[in-house]
């Protein structure tokens, strides 16, 4: 499985904006699917945005229009990118990768995301 490193979470007050990063210790380029997961104190982990293989991407409907998820294969990297924050979005965020259909995900150990009002 490839290992993945979260990294630029923080503190923000609402209306400010955040980029996460995750690298993988291998290619992306050819992962199924690419993307982030969020998980609040007693919530279950749920998907916020995702890249498909083909560049099919999926948002949230509670992200969309704010958020914004991107890949540098190069660098085996995806971001994503989060404007006008609110409270609601406080989580740890999650990178996910699934390198094919039958494969399980591998999942980075997640960053945390506190956005004060």
């Known amino acids: 499985q490839v290992q993945l490193v979260e990294s630029g979470g923080g503190s923000v007050q609402a209306g400010g904006s955040l980029r996460l990063s995750c690298t993988a210790s291998g290619s992306i380029g050819s992962m199924y699917t690419i993307g982030w997961h969020r998980q609040a104190p007693g919530q279950q982990r749920e998907m916020v945005a995702i890249m498909k293989i083909g560049g099919i991407t999926t948002y949230a409907d509670s992200v969309k229009g704010r958020f914004t998820i991107s890949r540098d294969n190069a660098k085996n990297a995806v971001y994503l990118q989060m404007n006008s924050l609110m409270p609601e979005d406080t989580s740890v965020y999650y990178c996910?990768?699934?390198?094919?259909?039958?494969?399980?995900?591998?999942w980075g150990q997640g960053t945390q995301v506190t956005v004060s009002s």
């Open positions: 996910r990768a699934r390198r094919d259909i039958i494969s399980q995900p591998s």
